[in-house]
Each structure stands twice: as C-alpha cells, then as structure tokens.
C-alpha cells in the first residue's frame, strides 16, 4: 500500500514537473515572441532616428551655409566700403588726385590744347611780319 501511495504521489509530481515544463516552454516562446517585437520596434526606432539626425544634420547645414552666404555678402560689400574710405582718407591727407579721374577725358583735354597750340602757330606763321613787308 505504502508503495501505491508513493508511486501516486511521484505520478502526480510527475504530471507537475510535466506541465510545469509545458508552461516554460511556452512562457519562453512567449518571451522570444517579446523579443523579436521588440527588437524590431527598437530597429524601426533607431531608423526613425538616423533619419531625423540626418534631416536635421542637413537642416543646420542649410541654415548655417544660407547665414554664411548673407554674412559673407556683408562682410565683403563693408569690407571694400571701408577700404575705399581708407583710401581716399589717405588721398585727401596727401593732397593727390583722386582716384577716379577719366583718363579719357585728360586725353581730349590734351587733344583740344593742343589743336589750340597748332591753330595758334598757323596764325602766327600766317601773319604777316611787319619788318618783312617794310623791307620788301
């Protein structure tokens, strides 16, 4: 009897040890289940967040290249501006000429003075020497 009863109680501790088994099992499908999820909710997760550090890595490139450009127009528009108060600073100081004078226009200057001279020469040699004529 005694040997019945033991071998109930091991068969019930069996049938035990067997669904508790069973019930690992599938809790541990269950947890690879979980995992899987999760892994690829964590890949989605991480390509959702490449892709917002790349829009926004470009967004600051765009933002910061747009300020350059402006800046850069500025700087180089002021820059000259200042150069050439500078420079004629320094004309005026020095009593020169200012830079800006036409060349052209010293050229027809030129040209008029000396038709001028020319014109005035032939008068000069058309004229008639008074001492010449007396003496002819």
């Known amino acids: 009897m005694a040997c019945v009863a033991r071998m109930t109680k091991y068969e019930q501790s069996r049938k035990e040890v067997l669904k508790n ?3 690992a099992g599938n809790l541990r499908d269950k ?3 979980d995992v899987d999820h999760i892994l690829k909710k964590l890949e989605a ?3 959702r967040h490449q892709n917002l550090t790349g829009r926004q890595v470009c967004a600051e490139a765009v933002h910061a290249m747009q300020d350059a450009e402006t ?3 500025t700087d ?3 820059l000259f501006t200042r150069w ?4 004629v600073a320094s004309e005026l ?4 000429p200012a830079a800006d004078d036409d060349p052209l226009d010293h050229e027809f200057d ?3 003075q000396e038709q001028a001279l020319r014109i005035a020469l032939e008068e000069i040699i058309a004229t008639p020497e008074p001492n010449k004529e007396k003496a002819q």
């Open 21 to 23: 088994l069973e019930d």
């Open 71 to 73: 800046g850069l127009e």
């Open 110 to 112: 030129s040209a008029e």
């Open 45 to 47: 997760h991480k390509r």
């Open 31 to 33: 947890m690879a289940r």
């Open 84 to 87: 050439e108060t500078d420079v």
């Open 76 to 78: 180089i528009g002021d």
């Open 93 to 96: 100081h020095a009593q020169l």
